[in-house]
């Protein structure tokens, strides 16, 4: 059974000469369709051939219909009217020659690499369309898959090979991990992100298509510089790769190189943003929630039912807290269920929210193609507990973390420490929180006092930026003169901050926000702090949060023994 338009076609047949009549009278009228489905009756792919010259779309569920279009014996889904948005961009691009370069931009999981690279390149390849054709991918490894994928068509799809002939022999021509060399006189190349392909050709041929497809990975995006590098490596090399357009007496006998670049934005700078800006290009940019005028993402999930359902997904104390929320929401899915970009792939639940709740920065890039939180508050939520609750829990590691400041003026950073612990739930909790400008001894009494109150600490890190390990020498001083302490097996780790705070912090962003990590209800300067954290540039006082992603950090790090903690509550004059 093949499953399209919301009917049902028990044959392949019936379903061609239903999507021949679709298309036909797209492209003419009704009758025109009819009079040449009867005529082509006995064959129907001679017509399909000639009508998906002309249309992308039309190939890609005619030719490719294993691929795109649901029956019984294939996974395919049923496509969003986004999906033939792309096929008319494809359109626009390759059949009616409207544009040289776009710019898709389009959500992780949208099968944007499918819809639009695989129909391009094979379709490009059937007719003779792009005699040479790189594809640039993020790495090596990708753009050998994508070439297996390419292989697979051309070998096993029995229509194109009925209506096109094999275009693929091993024996004659190039066939390999990156090159196919076609029957017919085409080729294609498929690279990683770092090769170069200045000044490439193909007997004698320059490129007349070029395809990025998710031509920039993570370490893309690290620093200004790196942004930049990428950036300056598409202008130089992609973009002038191809030939521009010939004309002869004012008509255009030859096109331009194709540019199309395809994948998510991953910063406000990244190589996606800036050809979102570049007007060269044409953009289409989609995200996978529908969003109503002025509203936001957070708007959704931070309505009542949502933030009820956010609360039973992490309920540390329930043992199956994700299908509690999964319950509470299919219970009130008329009143939660949001518009979506496909919907009968994603899930407002399982693929959405879950994912905003896990990681709302990777979110935010990846499926809304969103990266302007810059200078905008990191934490939209601090979870506490009174001391009360949280000396309830059990704690299977504990350790001391100190940033210390060696001034106590107005503007100077704070002493922050925190006491953090990890829980036999996995959870953080943030037990002790001091944030006060402290000069060197108060500071070091201070470090004894918070030993003294929490006997299950084992390690103890202070920042070395400040103090140069002298505050190490004073503190164990005053612990050797503790009848307490002295008998305490402390392990100090006394080491440099060079790491980038802002990306050290990003990593505790959602687990704050979902609750993960508790802090204790006594310090609301301290909480505060993070709440208005916008980043290391835009934040005067970062100290409260950074201490506290360092202690997450390594607590991380710190090896368990699998023992569990259980204090004697009078220690803590409970």
Not at 209 to 237: E, F, N, P
């Amino acid at each position: 059974m093949i499953y399209y338009d919301n009917k049902q076609f028990e044959t392949e047949y019936k379903f061609e000469v239903y999507l021949l009549s679709k298309y036909l009278t797209k492209h003419y009228n009704q009758d025109t369709a009819i009079k040449l489905i009867k005529k082509h009756s006995k064959n129907l792919d001679n017509l399909a051939k000639s009508l998906a010259k002309s249309d992308i779309g039309f190939f890609c569920e005619y030719f490719l219909m294993d691929i795109f279009v649901p029956a019984d014996g294939n996974l395919a889904k049923k496509l969003s009217p986004d999906h033939y948005e792309l096929w008319e961009l494809a359109n626009r691009t390759f059949v009616k020659d409207e544009m040289d370069k776009v710019n898709i931009v389009c959500p992780r999981g949208f099968a944007k690499t499918t819809i639009f690279d695989m129909a391009v390149i094979v379709w490009s390849v059937c007719y003779k369309e792009s005699i040479f054709t790189i594809l640039i991918s993020k790495d090596n490894l990708g753009a050998i898959k994508f070439l297996d994928d390419i292989k697979k068509v051309f070998k096993e799809n029995k229509k194109i090979i009925n209506s096109f002939g094999k275009l693929i022999n091993n024996k004659k021509f190039t066939v390999n991990g990156n090159e196919i060399e076609f029957t017919n006189g085409c080729d294609l190349q498929s690279v990683g992100s770092g090769t170069s392909i200045r000044g490439r050709k193909y007997k004698n041929n320059r490129p007349t298509l070029v395809i990025g497809d998710d031509a920039q990975s993570d370490t893309d995006i690290l620093t200004d510089d790196a942004r930049q590098k990428k950036y300056d490596l598409w202008c130089k090399q992609v973009e002038e790769v191809g030939n521009t357009a010939t004309y002869r007496n004012g008509k255009k006998i030859n096109k331009s190189t194709k540019i199309i670049s395809i994948g998510t934005i991953l910063h406000i700078d990244c190589l996606i943003s800036r050809l979102c800006r570049n007007k060269s290009y044409y953009t289409m940019l989609k995200r996978a929630i529908i969003l109503k005028p002025e509203q936001s993402v957070d708007d959704i999930f931070e309505s009542e039912l949502w933030l009820k359902c956010k609360k039973l997904y992490f309920n540390d104390k329930a043992e199956n807290s994700k299908d509690e929320a999964y319950q509470f929401y299919l219970d009130n899915i008329e009143n939660m269920k949001f518009p979506v970009l496909w919907e009968d792939s994603w899930d407002c639940f399982n693929d959405l929210a879950v994912k905003y709740w896990e990681n709302r920065q990777t979110f935010m890039s990846e499926k809304m193609n969103d990266a302007t939180s810059i200078g905008e508050k990191w934490f939209k939520s601090v979870l506490t507990q009174t001391k009360e609750e949280i000396e309830q829990h059990e704690f299977i590691k504990t350790m001391l973390c100190i940033d210390p400041a060696s001034t106590t003026n107005k503007k100077s950073d704070y002493t922050a420490m925190v006491v953090g612990s990890t829980g036999v739930n996995n959870f953080k909790y943030m037990r002790e929180l001091v944030l006060d400008k402290l000069e060197f001894n108060k500071y070091c009494e201070k470090v004894v006092e918070v030993l003294l109150a929490y006997p299950d600490i084992t390690h103890v890190y202070i920042e070395k930026n400040t103090y140069q390990g002298a505050d190490i020498i004073k503190i164990k001083e005053l612990i050797s003169t503790n009848d307490i302490l002295h008998r305490r097996n402390l392990e100090f780790i006394n080491e440099m901050q060079r790491s980038n705070k802002d990306e050290k912090i990003s990593t505790i962003i959602d687990n704050v926000n979902n609750g993960q990590i508790i802090f204790v209800d006594n310090n609301k300067e301290f909480t505060d702090l993070i709440l208005d954290f916008q980043g290391q540039k835009y934040t005067l006082h970062d100290d409260s949060i950074d201490i506290t992603a360092e202690c997450v950090r390594r607590l991380d790090d710190i090896k368990s023994n699998n023992k569990i903690t259980l204090l004697d509550r009078r220690l803590l004059g409970l």
